[in-house]
């Protein structure tokens, strides 16, 4: 045998900085180094966009005599009649729901397909999601101009607008809630023989029916906020009211007609927050007055309940020491009654709520009148509309101007979101409640963000175009308004899911509030606060190009135009220029999601 001599182990020290040196250094991927440049590189593009505009602080004050003159002008703020008030209200409100119901109702076989856990295939995934993003990339008011021509005036086009518009965000979120469920449920009863059907209805629906009520109630928020600038293309409702009170330089009933949209906004809101938090037993989760309201309510009544609890908990110890198998056997008497499903109050409110839902539905169908027979007669003028829009061209204007007009509507939309980014990290930074130094300051942050949210764009930028005139100022300036409202509250979500743990270690090495800040939280929440601007620049995009309609700048100008003067053929080449525009800036934010995630 051989004797195995061991040898000796040499240990030697090194200092940090030779273990620093020594370490083996993290490649950084090709591919994340182009997403970092891309990231500078719109970041550029969005300041000079900015300085381009010329938005100047000075100069607006200055302008503020074009505000005195046009309240002067104003005077004193008419409403209209309380029956044309009523019949308009009912009418907004009724076409707007129809449209977010078919909506729904569409996006679901989308979303079933989209889904990666039940499409059938990659194609079906793939045409669903071309589905999605097409019917979100073409504007509403788009979709209205070609179902005006297609029916009667009435309210039909604007719910078929609203509805096939609104496919593309539902669908979208749809089919994520889907690709989050447990899938326990349908794999046992797909083991027990079960169709498609059954497992989705059995196994998927009930786990998604939640969020999905949730979506539909924040689209039909949002729909009602939009149907005012479909009012400009001719569909009946409030929009349609306050843009011939504009358009006849009747100033003080178009503010009046501005205050009712605002107020049927926040009272919408209200609602479907209530109807959210009666039937699913949770606290709404949007961004607005209304949900913010009920939100406090129900923290309200949690706490009185848990005020109750603890008196009936000291009143009655041995009733709350009752093992919970015994309590929940003693409410049933027999196996068949244990089977049947109670009517406890929960139970009883959410049938009230479904009910009234159903009745709100019939009354909007019957508040809206429509014909009906439009829909079998449709398909005759569909040929001679399609030749109306088809080939597409750039008409007059050339395709140089409409090509400037498009980068001047992206333009907008990089220096909306580059001004927004700006306030809501400051603004959403104490909204956080791990940033904000007292709980009063991150109360008045999340109440700004509350208030500006609730303003819509529309009204706002016609405000703003009083102020500064026509152009791109007006609207980058009520984009970037509502921007703060979306952004901060997300900044400000982000900041608070980050880990505890790096703010805990710097905060024992003595560091300050700031350097916890920014050497902890931010770098944590980064990558989220990435997708959210992305996204804002993807709604700034579409929302320029509406806002353009109402004098902000940008291609909405040449579409409202081409629209009035019935060139459809230049329509659908803006519409294209819209459409490929908003598929590049979704691609580079899920390449960006990707690469960072």
């Known amino acids: 045998m051989t004797a195995v001599t061991e040898r000796p182990v040499v240990r030697t020290h090194r200092s940090p900085e030779q273990a620093v040196a020594a370490a083996p250094r ?6 994340r180094v182009a997403a970092g440049l891309t990231l500078v590189a719109l970041a550029v593009l969005a300041c000079v966009a900015l300085a381009r505009i010329d938005i100047s602080v000075p100069n607006m004050i200055a302008s503020w005599s074009n505000a005195e003159h046009f309240f002067q002008r104003v005077g004193t703020v008419r409403f209209p009649d309380a029956a044309t008030l009523l019949q308009q209200t009912a009418l907004t409100v009724g076409l ?9 109702v569409l996006s679901v076989p989308v979303a079933y397909l989209a889904a990666g856990n039940t499409s059938p295939g990659r194609g079906w995934i793939a045409a669903a999601r071309f589905v999605s993003v097409l019917t979100r990339a073409v504007p509403d008011v788009v979709l209205a101009m070609v179902f005006v021509l297609m029916f009667t005036i009435g309210p039909l086009p604007g719910i078929l607008a609203i509805g096939i518009h609104s ?4 669908s979208k979120l749809f089919a994520d809630a889907i690709e989050q469920i447990d899938e326990g449920p349908r794999t046992a009863i797909r083991a027990t023989g079960g169709n498609r059907l059954q497992q989705f209805t059995a196994g998927v629906l009930p786990q998604v029916l939640p969020s999905w009520v949730a979506t539909i109630l924040h689209r039909n928020d949002i729909n009602l906020r939009g149907s005012v600038i479909l009012g400009y293309v001719g569909i009946v409702g409030l929009g349609r009211e306050m843009s011939f009170a504009f358009k006849s330089l009747d100033y003080s009933l178009g503010i009046g007609y501005a205050i009712v949209i605002f107020a049927l906004c926040v009272l919408m809101e209200i609602v479907s927050s209530s109807v959210r938090a009666a039937m699913l037993g949770v606290a709404p989760a949007g961004r607005g007055i209304g949900a913010s309201a009920i939100r406090a309510g129900m923290r309200r009544r949690q706490a009185s309940g848990e005020g109750r609890q603890r008196n009936r908990a000291t009143a009655e110890p041995r009733a709350t020491a009752e093992p919970g198998a015994v309590a929940a056997a003693a409410r049933f008497a027999t196996p068949d009654d244990a089977l049947r499903r109670p009517w406890t109050a929960a139970r009883v409110r959410t049938t009230v709520w479904s009910w009234v839902a159903v009745l709100v539905v019939i009354g909007s169908v019957v508040v809206c009148d429509i014909a009906w027979g439009d829909l079998a007669t449709v398909w005759g003028k569909i040929p001679p509309v399609a030749a109306q829009f088809w080939p597409p061209s750039f008409g007059s204007y050339g395709a140089g101007v409409m090509f400037s007009a498009m980068f001047d509507t992206v333009a907008i939309a990089l220096a909306a979101t580059l001004l927004a980014l700006v306030f809501s990290m400051v603004i959403g930074s104490f909204a956080a409640r791990n940033v904000a130094p007292t709980r009063g300051v991150r109360t008045g942050a999340r109440f700004l963000l509350v208030v500006v949210r609730g303003i819509p764009e529309t009204i706002l930028a016609v405000v703003l175009i009083v102020i500064t005139g026509l152009g791109a100022q007006a609207g980058t300036l009520a984009l970037a308004f509502g921007g703060i409202g979306l952004l901060g509250k997300l900044v400000a979500d982000s900041l608070e899911e980050v880990q505890p743990g790096p703010e805990r270690a710097l905060t024992a090495t003595g560091a300050t509030r700031f350097q916890r800040y920014a050497g902890a939280t931010v770098p944590q929440g980064i990558r989220a606060m990435i997708g959210h601007t992305f996204y804002l620049v993807d709604t700034n995009i579409r929302a320029a190009t ?3 309609i109402v004098g902000g700048g940008g291609i909405g100008y040449y579409l409202l135009n081409a629209a009035q ?4 053929a230049s329509v659908t080449g803006i519409v294209l220029m819209i459409l490929v525009t908003v598929l590049v800036v979704e691609g580079i ?3 960006m999601r990707r690469v960072f995630r």
Do not use: K, Q
């Open 565 to 568: 003067g019935s060139n459809y």
């Open 26 to 31: 993290r490649r950084v991927s090709p591919e």
């Open 589 to 591: 934010a899920m390449w």
């Open 546 to 548: 509406i806002l353009g």
């Open 167 to 170: 496919i593309g965000m539902i």
């Open 96 to 104: 707007v729901l129809l449209g977010t119901l078919l909506a729904a």
